[in-house]
C-alpha cells in the first residue's frame, strides 16, 4: 500500500514538472500605466535595480515587453497633451539589435471599447517605431502590435492605462 502511495506521489511530482518547462510562451512583464518617464539620473544605482544582462526579458527603456520567438518587443506609451504617443522596439535576438525593415501595425482599443488601426513607422536615429494616437480618452487601452519582418509575422499584445 505504501508503495502504491509513494509511486502516486512521485508520477504527481514528475508530471507538475513535466508540465512547467518545453512549451515556449511569449513572457510579458510589468504593465506600463500613465505617462511614462525617464527615471532620474544617479551616479549610483543599487544592483537590484539595474536589469541581469541575461534578462532578456526586462524593460530598458521602461516600457512593457513582450518576447516572442527570437524578438523583443518593448511598447512605450507617453501620454501628451491632444493624444498619446507610441514607441515600439523591435529586437532582434539575445543582442537587441534593432529590427530596421519591418511592417508594423497597431491594432488599438479605446477605453470605449472602439478599435483604431495605427500604422507605425521607423525612426532610424531613435533606433524605434513610432506613431500617434489622437485621444482624450482615460481608462485601459489594450494594444495588438501586429509586425511583419521580413514575411515572418511577430506579434505582441500590450496594454496600459491613461
Request: with cysteine; proline share 7%; glycine share 8%.
Amino acid at each position: 500500500m505504501r508503495s502504491l502511495i509513494l509511486q502516486l506521489v512521485l508520477l504527481t511530482g514528475t508530471l507538475a514538472l513535466a508540465a512547467c518547462g518545453g512549451a515556449e510562451t511569449p513572457t510579458v512583464t510589468a504593465p506600463v500605466t500613465d505617462s511614462v518617464e525617464a527615471p532620474a539620473s544617479s551616479t549610483e544605482a543599487p544592483a537590484s535595480s539595474q536589469p541581469s544582462p541575461d534578462d532578456h526579458t526586462a524593460a530598458t527603456k521602461g516600457g512593457q515587453v513582450v518576447e516572442t520567438g527570437e524578438y523583443h518587443m518593448e511598447l512605450v506609451p507617453v501620454t501628451e497633451a491632444d493624444g498619446i504617443h507610441l514607441d515600439l522596439y523591435l529586437q532582434t535576438g539575445d543582442t537587441h539589435e534593432a529590427v530596421t525593415d519591418a511592417t508594423v501595425v497597431a491594432q488599438v482599443q479605446l477605453p470605449d471599447g472602439t478599435q483604431q488601426e495605427v500604422p507605425m513607422d521607423y525612426d532610424a536615429p531613435g533606433e524605434h517605431f513610432f506613431a500617434f494616437l489622437p485621444t482624450q480618452a482615460a481608462g485601459e487601452y489594450k494594444v495588438v502590435v501586429q509586425t511583419d519582418v521580413q514575411g515572418e509575422k511577430v506579434n505582441g499584445r500590450f496594454n496600459f492605462s491613461k
